[in-house]
C-alpha cells in the first residue's frame, strides 16, 4: 500500500517518524513538495512527489494533515479515485467540506505521541486501510459518528494540557531544588502511571479515586486547595471552550 502525505509540517513529521519506528519501508510513503517534505526525504529516504496531483495518483490512502482553513481548497480538483481513502487529520474540517469523491474520507485525530508509537487515535468512519495506516502510531479507537467524533477531539486539547500540567509540576519541584531531570521524569512518568492504571483497569474511576483519596491525607488536601481555586468547573468550561470552536469551525 502506498500511503500518500500531503501538507509535510508538525504533524506529519510526528507521524512519519512512527511510521518508520512501526517498521514501514520510508519508499512505501510519497510526500507534498512543500515545508518540510523535501528534508525529511532527503534524509530518510521518502518519496517526494511533483505536485499534489502527482501524490493523489500514485497514492492508496492519503493523510491529509495541512492546516484547518486550506484543508477544504487542497483536496479540490484533484484525480481521486474508487478505493482511495483520505484520512483527514484535520481539526475541526467536517467530512462534507472534503470534496474527494469518488474516494471516500476519514477523520482522525493523531497526537504528537504518534512519533513513539503511543498515540491514542479516535478516527470515524471505520474504514479498514485507515485502521491500518493508524494502528500503526499506537491504539486507534472508532467512533460512532462525527457527532462523537468531535466531542473525542477535545482530547487533543487536554493532551497539551497535560503536557502543561507536567511542565508546572516539574518546575515547581526544580524551583525547590530537585534536580531538574528527576523532576522532569518523575513529573512526566506520574501522569503515564496514573493514566495507565485506569486504562488497563475496568473497575468504576470513582472507586479508584476514593480509594486513594485517603479523609484527612495529601491528595485530599490538594483537591480542596483545587476545588477553591475552580477546579475542576474550570477545566470542564475549558472543554466546552474547545468544542465550541472545533464545531464553529466546521
Ligand atoms: N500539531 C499537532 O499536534 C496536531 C495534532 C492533531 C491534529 N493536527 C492537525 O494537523 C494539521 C496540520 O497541523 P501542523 O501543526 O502540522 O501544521 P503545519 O506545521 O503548519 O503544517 C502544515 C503543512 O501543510 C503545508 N501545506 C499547506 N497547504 C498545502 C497544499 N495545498 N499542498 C501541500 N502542502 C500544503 C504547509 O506548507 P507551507 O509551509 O509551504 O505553507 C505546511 O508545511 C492541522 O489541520 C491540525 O488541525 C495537528
Aim: proline share 6%; net charge negative.
Amino acid at each position: 500500500m502506498m500511503i500518500g502525505v500531503l501538507g509535510v509540517g508538525h504533524l506529519a513529521a510526528s507521524m512519519l517518524a512512527g511510521f518508520r519506528r512501526s517498521g514501514l519501508d520510508p519508499a512505501a510513503f510519497i510526500l507534498s513538495p512543500r515545508g518540510k517534505a523535501a528534508a525529511l526525504a532527503a534524509h530518510h529516504g521518502f518519496q517526494l512527489a511533483v505536485d499534489n496531483r502527482d501524490l493523489v495518483e500514485r497514492s492508496d490512502v492519503v493523510i491529509l494533515s495541512v492546516r484547518p482553513t486550506h484543508a477544504p481548497d487542497a483536496v479540490q480538483g484533484l484525480p481521486w479515485r474508487e478505493g482511495q481513502v483520505v484520512v483527514s487529520v484535520c481539526a475541526g474540517v467536517l467530512l462534507s467540506r472534503l470534496d474527494v469523491a469518488p474516494a471516500r474520507a476519514v477523520r482522525a485525530m493523531p497526537f504528537t505521541a504518534s512519533e513513539i508509537a503511543s498515540s491514542p487515535t479516535v478516527y470515524f468512519p471505520d474504514i479498514e486501510q485507515a485502521r491500518t495506516v493508524l494502528d500503526r502510531l499506537g491504539p486507534s479507537i472508532a467512533l460512532a459518528s462525527e457527532t462523537d467524533f468531535e466531542v473525542a477531539t477535545v482530547s487533543a486539547a487536554v493532551y497539551g494540557w497535560a503536557q502543561d500540567l507536567i511542565r508546572n509540576t516539574a518546575d515547581w519541584s526544580s524551583a525547590r531544588g530537585l534536580d531538574p531531570e528527576i523532576a522532569r521524569r518523575l513529573a512526566a512518568m506520574t501522569f503515564v502511571a496514573a493514566g495507565r492504571l485506569i486504562a488497563e483497569k475496568s473497575e468504576p474511576m470513582d472507586r479508584m479515586l476514593e480509594e486513594l483519596v485517603t479523609p484527612g491525607g495529601i491528595t485530599e488536601r490538594g483537591l480542596q486547595v483545587l476545588s477553591a481555586r475552580g477546579v475542576p468547573a474550570a477545566w470542564e468550561e475549558a472543554c466546552a471552550a474547545v468544542l465550541d470552536k472545533l464545531t464553529r469551525s466546521g
